[in-house]
């Protein structure tokens, strides 16, 4: 199988947003207020898997309105988000990077997807579903849409990104993976699994992958690099510090896990765009 890795913009953030090791107020007051020469870039990834199914879309990145000339501009990042999540993230979407301009340069159309799975309801995850319209299946776990309609995260998941989007919301179900056991499984023949690895949202989805013997699995935002699972550092940007920290002792157990032919966080500086073949 195939794994092609699309960088769909960055983020300028907080160094407390990837290894902060604690959620509290100060913390998040940090993450939104950090001056410009502290921040960090991040990449924003996504990923497109060449499954015998078809072509499977993981997450969409920023959308083109967010950043018209490529670069951040303030004025146009908070016509698009609320301006405390413009503040937060300060993106960019430099030219040819916004998912419909990357799928074009594979020779896809959205219709010919087989599916779009999004692994949770961040801004930085579902701005770009506006530019995959045609896409013929969009998947999202049940239990991350039910808390983001209800309750706080309304402040950080933004309802005009997703909300006008027919998506099919399956529930996860009792599964021996995962840390909290359970699991989606999108086709029915174990090859494609949604994975709850609830902290940084309570219904975020790691993907695995499935090929013979061998898998890789896309870790979404449970990690933000392989040094949070590494060195037990959770994310300052979530919602339950020992929930994250579960997700990331089950994603170490699968990176040691002889049959992982990788571990994938979706903003990692280090995981360049390229192909990988498992
Ligand atoms: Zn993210």
Same mark, same amino acid.
């Given at each position: 199988?195939?794994?092609?890795?699309? %960088?769909? *913009? @960055?983020?300028?953030?907080?160094?407390?947003?990837?290894?902060?090791?604690?959620?509290?107020?100060?913390?998040?007051?940090?993450?939104?207020?950090?001056?410009?020469?502290?921040?960090?870039?991040?990449?924003? &990834?996504?990923?497109?898997?060449?499954?015998?199914?078809?072509?499977?879309?993981?997450?969409?990145?920023?959308? /083109?309105?967010?950043?018209?000339?490529?670069?951040?501009?303030?004025?146009?990042?908070? #016509?698009?988000?609320? %301006?405390? &999540?413009?503040?937060?993230?300060?993106?960019?979407?430099?030219?040819?990077? #916004?998912?419909?301009?990357?799928?074009?340069?594979?020779?896809?159309?959205?219709?010919?997807?087989?599916?779009?799975?999004?692994?949770? $309801?961040? !801004?930085?995850?579902?701005?770009?579903?506006?530019?995959?319209?045609?896409?013929?299946?969009?998947?999202?776990?049940? =239990?991350?849409?039910?808390? #983001?309609? /209800?309750?706080?995260?309304?402040?950080?998941?933004?309802?005009?990104?997703?909300?006008?989007?027919?998506?099919?919301? !399956?529930?996860?179900?009792?599964?021996?993976?995962?840390?909290?056991?359970?699991?989606?499984?999108?086709? *029915?023949?174990? @090859? $494609?699994?949604?994975?709850?690895? !609830?902290?940084?949202? +309570?219904?975020?989805?790691?993907?695995?992958?499935?090929? *013979? *013997?061998?898998?890789?699995? $896309?870790?979404?935002?449970?990690?933000?690099? !392989?040094?949070?699972?590494?060195?037990?550092?959770?994310?300052?940007?979530?919602? +339950? /510090?020992? %929930?994250? &920290?579960?997700?990331?002792?089950?994603?170490?157990?699968?990176?040691?896990?002889?049959?992982?032919?990788?571990?994938?966080?979706?903003? =990692?500086?280090?995981?360049?765009?390229?192909? $990988?073949?498992?």
């Amino acid at each position: 199988m195939k794994l092609h890795i699309l %960088r769909c *913009g @960055s983020m300028r953030v907080s160094p407390a947003v990837p290894y902060g090791n604690q959620i509290s107020l100060g913390g998040s007051l940090r993450e939104l207020l950090e001056p410009e020469q502290n921040r960090v870039e991040l990449p924003v &990834l996504c990923f497109l898997i060449e499954h015998p199914r078809g072509p499977i879309l993981v997450d969409t990145g920023w959308c /083109r309105e967010i950043s018209p000339a490529g670069v951040y501009d303030p004025k146009a990042a908070a #016509a698009v988000l609320p %301006r405390h &999540l413009a503040a937060f993230y300060r993106p960019s979407l430099p030219a040819g990077e #916004a998912i419909h301009e990357q799928l074009a340069g594979l020779g896809l159309k959205p219709e010919e997807l087989a599916a779009v799975l999004l692994t949770h $309801l961040d !801004p930085d995850h579902v701005a770009g579903l506006r530019h995959l319209e045609g896409a013929m299946r969009i998947i999202l776990p049940e =239990d991350e849409y039910f808390w #983001a309609c /209800r309750t706080v995260y309304k402040a950080r998941q933004p309802w005009s990104l997703w909300m006008d989007f027919p998506m099919e919301r !399956p529930y996860y179900r009792a599964s021996p993976l995962g840390p909290n056991h359970w699991a989606i499984d999108v086709f *029915g023949d174990e @090859s $494609l699994l949604l994975v709850n690895v !609830p902290g940084h949202t +309570d219904g975020q989805a790691a993907v695995l992958i499935r090929d *013979g *013997g061998r898998f890789v699995l $896309l870790a979404a935002d449970a990690a933000f690099s !392989p040094r949070n699972w590494r060195e037990e550092i959770s994310p300052g940007f979530g919602f +339950d /510090r020992q %929930r994250q &920290l579960a997700s990331l002792r089950w994603l170490r157990e699968m990176a040691e896990d002889p049959a992982c032919a990788g571990v994938f966080c979706s903003h =990692d500086p280090a995981l360049k765009p390229g192909t $990988l073949v498992f």
